[in-house]
């Protein structure tokens, strides 16, 4: 078998290396690529078919040096030609043999070669420290050597439509999201939110993701998406890849979306991913006439498909689905669930994201808990909702969750407005409005809470945070506002996050120790200079903000 190598330059990325496999037999040349990135190995038959995508599946058994078998499922490209894409953050070779449904078919099937793993010597973090994975205390994310991870995520649920065009208009909202240390994109594969089955916004520079009767996958809609999926990951942004929104899965049918899901499987499990089975999982087409029998097919379902993306998955990327409401509510058996995304309300007060959130850490089995959409900033839709509204949600569902992270978006940005080309109406006739994406980009709200963020993490302790109502309060019990929301850290550090400005009492603290306090303006992302505080005997203290008639941060750190 001859292979060649070479960087897959047409990505715009260094993270594919490629192999071009001729006739089973066994390589003489491993495959030399990076730990964390991805090699990809093609392979040609021999034989004409007339339904390659339907007639014939190829799985790739790799075995990595420490023993461990790997089945990665392998994806029609077109043509004759299927490819496995493997990644592994062991040193060492990896060997390979190919398995095909089509045993007779030697260019498919019975054929071995080597993957030669090496280290990693840059700077990516997902390559550095490794995909996220659930923290050992089953609340937060973590890099896969451990180091925590907080969830700082934008929406762009249509971004492989080719109104963001790609390389240019991509690049430029990913870099402004990376400057402002978003790590998380959530963007759907193709079968989007807002629209029919069809419907010609959706389309890439290839087409759609499916042929028109939904007969096969289109090889070069997924081309064109493979080079965002590598640009984000390239430039430290997890993907959180949504396959599909929830009122697709009556049209296509189980069996078909689980095709499609194998698909997305074998494309993009090498990198680091996380996936969203659905979006707005249990929710109907708009149009439909059917509502609950939908809704009732669609949990059951989509529960079986979540399942399957678990058992296809040889990297066990992270997996969860988008609700209308929680993810646990959309689905018949909450195990197939690693993290519980919520969907909190672009019309809910703070107080409303705060209560889903906390019942969502409360709940069983223990997870993290995220918004996956809580209120989008917007210019234009009735009511206005501004940086103050995502903000708030931002703030009040991340604390009350215990600070796993949080999604912010923005109209424009979801659907992808340009300038020239505004998405338009939905199905039901609302039109979200026509402010275009780089408008939107610099909308306040982004900063904002990524300004969050940045001093969430910068807390000792943060990822050890639990949410901790019990231990804040107004100092004058007759205030009637919203009440303070606290996480704690077992040492006494905590965080506090207050909707209007005002004193309020902590309690709780260890009596005897000094803690630095840092008050925090959300507004403008910026902390006020440390001070030092000594709680009375009792365990409690008093402290009021700074001048500013707006919502308010506290950190308390212990000083050792």
């Not at 990665?72 to 894409?85: H, L, M, Q, Y």
């Not at 065009?165 to 963007?187: C, E, H, M, S």
């Not at 300038?419 to 039901?428: E, V």
Request: proline share 9%.
């Amino acid at each position: 078998m001859m292979i060649s190598m070479a960087r897959f330059g047409r990505l715009g990325s260094a993270w594919i290396f490629l192999a071009a496999v001729g006739a089973a037999s066994r390589a003489s040349e491993p495959v030399k690529v990076e730990a964390g990135r991805v090699a990809e190995v093609a392979f040609a038959s021999t034989k004409a078919r007339p339904d390659p995508f339907n007639q014939v599946e190829v799985d790739v058994v790799f075995t990595a040096p420490d023993g461990a078998d790997l089945r990665v499922p392998a994806f029609w490209a077109g043509g004759r030609t299927w490819k496995v894409r493997y990644s592994s953050r062991i040193v060492g070779a990896h060997r390979f043999r190919s398995e095909s449904s089509d045993a007779d078919d030697q260019a498919l099937h019975g054929v071995e070669g080597v993957v030669e793993v090496v280290p990693y010597t840059g700077g990516n973090p997902l390559l550095r420290r490794g995909p996220i994975r659930i923290a050992d205390d089953r609340h937060h994310f973590a890099y896969a050597d451990g180091t925590p991870f907080f969830w700082l995520g934008d929406t762009w649920w249509m971004g492989f439509a080719d109104r963001l065009a790609f390389p240019d208009d991509f690049a430029k909202l990913a870099d402004d999201r990376v400057t402002k240390g978003f790590n998380v994109v959530q963007i759907v594969a193709g079968l989007y939110p807002d629209m029919p089955a069809f419907d010609p916004r959706g389309r890439n520079e290839a087409g759609f993701p499916w042929e028109p009767d939904y007969a096969r996958i289109n090889p070069s809609y997924f081309d064109e998406a493979d080079r965002r999926v590598a640009f984000l990951a390239d430039r430290g942004i997890v993907p959180c890849v949504v396959g599909a929104w929830g009122y697709h899965l009556p049209w296509l049918g189980e069996a078909k979306m689980k095709r499609h899901w194998r698909n997305l499987v074998a494309r993009w499990g090498a990198y680091p991913v996380v996936w969203c089975a659905s979006g707005e999982t249990t929710m109907p087409f708009y149009l439909s006439k059917t509502r609950d029998q939908d809704v009732e097919r669609q949990k059951k379902s989509w529960t079986e498909i979540l399942g399957y993306i678990h058992e296809i998955d040889p990297f066990h990327r992270l997996v969860t689905c988008h609700p209308a409401r929680t993810a646990r509510e959309s689905v018949t058996d909450p195990t197939v669930l690693d993290f519980d995304m919520q969907q909190t309300g672009h019309g809910t007060p703070p107080q409303g994201h705060a209560a889903l959130a906390s019942g969502g850490w409360n709940a069983k089995p223990t997870m993290p808990v995220i918004s996956g959409e809580a209120r989008y900033e917007a210019l234009e839709i009735n009511p206005t909702l501004t940086a103050a509204d995502a903000r708030q949600a931002f703030w009040s569902h991340m604390i009350a969750g215990g600070c796993a992270g949080g999604t912010y978006g923005a109209n424009g940005i979801w659907q992808i407005n340009r300038q020239d080309k505004p998405y338009g109406n939905s199905p039901a006739g609302n039109n979200w409005g026509t402010t275009p994406w780089d408008v939107a980009m610099n909308l306040p709200g982004s900063a904002q809470v990524a300004a969050a963020a940045r001093f969430v993490t910068t807390i000792p302790g943060w990822s050890r945070f639990e949410p901790r109502p019990d231990l804040v309060a107004w100092a004058d019990p007759a205030e009637n506002a919203p009440a303070p929301l606290c996480v704690a850290e077992p040492d006494g550090t905590r965080l506090v996050y207050i909707l209007k400005p005002g004193p309020v009492r902590l309690s709780g603290l260890p009596a005897g120790a000094t803690f630095e306090l840092r008050w925090f303006d959300p507004v403008a992302g910026a902390a006020a200079a440390p001070v030092a505080l000594s709680p009375s005997p009792d365990g409690s203290a008093t402290v009021s903000p700074p001048e500013g008639d707006h919502d308010w941060a506290l950190a308390a750190t212990l000083k050792r």
